[in-house]
């Protein structure tokens, strides 16, 4: 499916940093000195492995490096390839990780610092998100409250899994920072590592991490939902990236049912959680667990039940479909346009101020 004359606004995309070495220089001396003498490198937080055949599609794979490394190849693969306006950098590195609140922060700072010069400023149809170090919550509104004048950071971004669910109070300083910025949530695949990436324990093969996460981003819903995040940010939008979109009407069915016999412990949610979902969450296509048949898949939207949800996304540079296809077949000819347009344009509103 082609996008019948439109520009995109592709809603996740992945500038990779090459290393630790090019993070250095945006890191002040007590930690750039600590880094060096520990030998701090390779924290790639994402579920790409760069040698694995999905982290990058054959065709845009580097000569050398890690996928998306390059700004040249990037420009050209992602940004002409598909006609983007508009591409959201969403940078997949260790500073949400670390076990060191300081270092955590001063390494998030560095790759946001990173992403302005090398990104941002080569080329204005990029923006980004702000990586937080979640870790502590007092610096990561600190490093909001630093980038947010920066009008080219639309997002703040946080990962499905951490030291404890993203509807926890502890995360409320951040959810408030964002909502007084305008800036959505982010939430995208990859872990801190800090707990089994399933339900029954650790797993040894990445078809199981890849498969397991629709289940992460499910338990971290309810958990926003349930402990009144919805409720107390009320104009704050969670973006899911990388969760698929498929496990929607179940999930939806279960939440109401258990909540229709359940909604006394938890009075703050006050409607049909299926309705607070569909306006509150955002949800990027890629990638699209999609059924073969353009019909069933017409059948799933009718049953989210909402065009509003859906953002495009390429997930560039891993390998999610072949050439151009990063719409899959179903989506009639209005939803294509809210898709590519006029969904992101709501759910960014810094975008509107370059695109109006």
Not at 71 to 99: K, S, V, W
Not at 259 to 273: A, F, H, M, N, T
Not at 310 to 318: I, K, N, R, T
Request: proline share 9%; with cysteine.
């Amino acid at each position: 499916m082609g996008f019948d004359g439109l520009m995109p606004i592709d809603c996740d995309i992945h500038p990779a940093v090459p290393g630790m070495q090019a993070l250095l220089p945006y890191i002040d001396d007590h930690w750039r000195e600590t880094i060096i003498s520990r030998g701090i490198d390779g924290l790639d937080l994402n579920l790409y492995p760069p040698g694995a055949e999905i982290s990058c599609r054959p065709d845009w794979r580097p000569e050398s490096g890690k996928p998306g490394t390059s700004f040249e190849q990037l420009r050209t693969q992602a940004l002409d390839g598909f006609g983007a306006r508009i591409a959201i950098c969403n940078c997949l590195y260790g500073g949400p990780a670390m076990y060191s609140e300081d270092l955590g922060a001063a390494i998030c700072r560095a790759t946001n610092l990173w992403m302005a010069r090398e990104w941002l400023d080569r080329d204005p149809r990029l923006r980004a998100s702000i990586v937080v170090p979640v870790q502590s919550p007092e610096l990561a509104v600190e490093e909001i409250e630093r980038c947010a004048p920066d009008r080219r950071f639309v997002q703040v971004l946080m990962f499905a899994a951490g030291e404890q669910p993203l509807g926890r109070r502890p995360h409320w300083p951040i959810y408030e920072a964002a909502q007084r910025h305008g800036l959505p949530i982010g939430i995208h695949a990859g872990s801190s590592h800090r707990h089994p990436n399933s339900g029954i324990g650790w797993t040894q093969y990445l078809l199981q991490d890849h498969a397991a996460f629709a289940q992460t981003f499910q338990a971290q819903l309810l958990s926003l939902l349930a402990e009144g995040v919805f409720s107390r940010f009320p104009t704050l939008k969670f973006v899911l990236m990388e969760s698929g979109f498929t496990w929607l009407p179940p999930f939806m069915w279960r939440a109401v049912k258990m909540w229709r016999g359940l909604r006394r412990e938890i009075p703050w949610v006050d409607r049909s959680p299926a309705d607070i979902i569909r306006e509150r969450v955002r949800i990027t296509i890629q990638p699209a667990d999609a059924p073969p048949d353009p019909a069933q898949m017409r059948r799933t939207l009718e049953m989210i039940g909402a065009d509003e949800m859906f953002l495009f996304s390429s997930d560039y540079p891993h390998w999610r479909f072949e050439g151009e296809a990063a719409l899959p077949g179903g989506f009639s000819p209005e939803l294509v346009r809210k898709i590519l347009v006029d969904n992101p344009l709501a759910t960014y509103p810094r975008l509107k101020e370059v695109l109006s």
